[in-house]
């Protein structure tokens, strides 16, 4: 791989790590461990006790673990910022021979831009609902844009064989899965809106009751709406296995099939078990992972070459 992949690569790591601590923020319920943006309680870096805040802060809203986690969230985001510049840069030997790439890395770099000002719009909204929802959707955006610029500079190097008419299958078959996880991923971010306004209200119940006093129908539809997501990806599965195309192919769909695995038993998990927020933090996670995977089988369907 040469520098451009490399930088591309790294940087879709890094964001599914920061997804992993915004997951974090969210499950032990830290998101306003800064309450205002860019700063943190007025300071660039956070103390760490009470007694050092700048005169005008209700100490009673300092808690350290929560400040401090939600400050490295927020450096974690400007070290990926970084990143992403220098993947844009580096896109620039791309821009006559492979110009998707440089446009890719641009408009990430760019949903970066805006993913910045939109964390500061959820600060100071209070972790308005529609705003998380939102906010998440853009990360899954960028690091999917990320995704298809890596890939596709790589495109001449390694591609797989497929004839045009076992090529469309696929795409079919894999744009459907998509596409129910991806409205899956947003009934689950309005689910868990609902599982915060819960959690942050006056006088919090406790969380095995949480799902008993969920809006029953988003719940129920959340819950039920998997089935297609599990039907999809074992079709995708099976269709794969019966035909023998690609040993590559048929390792990425089985690490689709693992992912929805997971999501259903961190479903049914925090539902048994009372939302505990390690089950909170794999379901999100994962969900991220396997819209990547899916992402990344419909890249190497759609450029591979015919036989």
């Excluded at 760490?48 to 700048?54: D, R």
């Amino acid at each position: 791989m040469n520098t451009y992949q490399k930088t591309a690569i790294a940087t879709v790591i890094a964001t599914l790590v920061l997804i992993l601590i915004g997951g974090l923020v969210r499950a032990v319920g830290a998101g306003l461990g800064c309450p205002d943006w860019p700063t943190c309680f007025g300071m660039w870096i956070p103390p760490f006790h009470a007694e050092a805040l700048p005169p005008g802060y209700d100490v009673s809203r300092f808690n350290v673990f929560h400040t401090w986690l939600e400050y490295v969230n927020r450096l974690t985001g400007v070290i990926i910022g970084l990143f992403i510049t220098a993947t844009f840069l580096f896109s620039f030997r791309y821009r006559k021979s492979i110009p998707a790439v440089t446009l890719a890395s641009g408009l990430a770099w760019g949903g970066v831009l805006v993913q910045g000002w939109l964390g500061g719009q959820v600060v100071q909204s209070g972790l308005h609902a529609g705003m998380i929802t939102l906010h998440m959707l853009l990360a899954m955006f960028i690091v999917n844009l990320l995704l298809f610029a890596a890939y596709r500079s790589a495109v001449p190097l390694w591609t797989l064989a497929l004839t045009p008419q076992r090529r469309k299958r696929l795409m079919w078959i894999g744009s459907i899965l998509l596409i129910f996880s991806l409205i899956q991923m947003v009934l689950g971010t309005q689910v868990r809106e609902s599982i915060d306004l819960l959690k942050n209200a006056p006088e919090p119940l406790p969380r095995d009751v949480w799902i008993d006093t969920l809006d029953g129908g988003l719940y129920v539809l959340h819950r039920s709406f998997s089935w297609l997501v599990v039907g999809a990806a074992g079709w995708l599965w099976f269709d794969n296995w019966k035909s023998g195309d690609s040993p590559v192919l048929m390792k990425t769909v089985s690490v689709i099939a693992i992912l929805v695995l997971l999501q259903g038993i961190g479903g049914v998990g925090m539902e048994w078990l009372g939302i505990p927020g390690i089950l909170q933090l794999l379901h999100l996670v994962s969900a991220a992972l396997l819209i990547c995977a899916e992402f990344l089988f419909l890249l190497m369907a759609g450029f591979s070459k015919n036989p």
